[in-house]
């Protein structure tokens, strides 16, 4: 099934302070089972959306910052809301630039749908995986495959 989305993509925090919009569509969506995203998410995984950095703008309001290590190794930063605290971007430092886009902050996620996961080895036991998920144990070097589901499940239309 190929769904339809228009352009630019709005999203926000949950109060409503900081809102943005994207103006190119994701690279991909996928969900990260470490166990940063876990705590972040306070969930079993952090459903992201892959963007180009020169992509995102923020409309409303200024993000804070928070930084980290990854469970790669790499440094991290967060953008949020200094307000509400819902999480928006994760970046890294050196920027390569492209964030992960919190793709639960989409003002419509209905058509969000992971083309694969990533840190497998980290996910809860209870999490059940269909024999046709792209996966990883850990940070893939190639992102091409979950690129490649993630364009041919969705169009693009401004």
């Not at 996961?117 to 190639?142: G, L, M, N, V």
Request: one cysteine or more; proline letters at 6%; a negative charge.
């Amino acid at each position: 099934m190929t769904r339809s989305v228009t352009l630019p993509i709005t999203g926000g925090c949950q109060c409503g302070a900081l809102r943005y919009q994207i103006f190119e569509p994701p690279l991909m969506i996928y969900a990260c089972h470490c166990a940063n995203c876990q705590r972040i998410a306070g969930s079993a995984f952090g459903l992201a959306a892959g963007i180009k950095e020169s992509s995102l703008e923020f409309t409303s309001g200024e993000p804070a910052r928070v930084t980290w290590s990854s469970d790669a190794g790499n440094e991290r930063y967060g953008s949020f809301c200094g307000d509400c605290g819902c999480r928006i971007a994760h970046g890294q430092t050196p920027s390569i630039g492209i964030l992960s886009l919190r793709a639960g902050t989409f003002d419509d996620a209905s058509w969000v749908v992971p083309a694969g996961h990533i840190w497998t080895r980290s996910a809860q036991p209870w999490f059940k995986f269909s024999d046709d998920d792209i996966q990883w144990d850990e940070q893939p070097t190639d992102y091409g495959p979950i690129i490649q589901k993630f364009k041919a499940s969705v169009t693009f239309e401004e």
